[in-house]
């Protein structure tokens, strides 16, 4: 699993990126099959103060690509917001995975009636 963290006008210290690493790991918890993870944290020259903290993540799944954007006054609560918005999505398309991976109901039908004799 390749993790990049970026930063646009904002320098990602140390803290930043050990906060952003130790927040991945419930996404991890929950899904291993991971290939790429990419994280844009940004900061808006807005002219009014709320909201300028913006955190970006790019979650590439085998099958799909997941996008989850948020924005905050301050950047952890971004990244807080974010992990929980990438947890949902993650934990759906899980779900999603490991129900199309059942037998149909048809073929289960199909199983059970007994053969014409």
Known sequence: MNLTISGHHLEVTPA???????KLERVKRHFDQVIDIAVILTVDNL?????????EINVRLPGKTVNVASLSHDLYAAIDSLIDKLDRQVVKYKSQVQD??????KHLLE???PAPA
């Open 16 to 22: 930043i990126r050990e906060y952003v690493q130790s």
């Open 47 to 55: 002219t009014e103060k709320e909201k300028r903290q913006k955190a």
């Open 100 to 105: 199309h991976n059942h037998q149909a109901i």
């Open 111 to 113: 199983a059970d009636t």
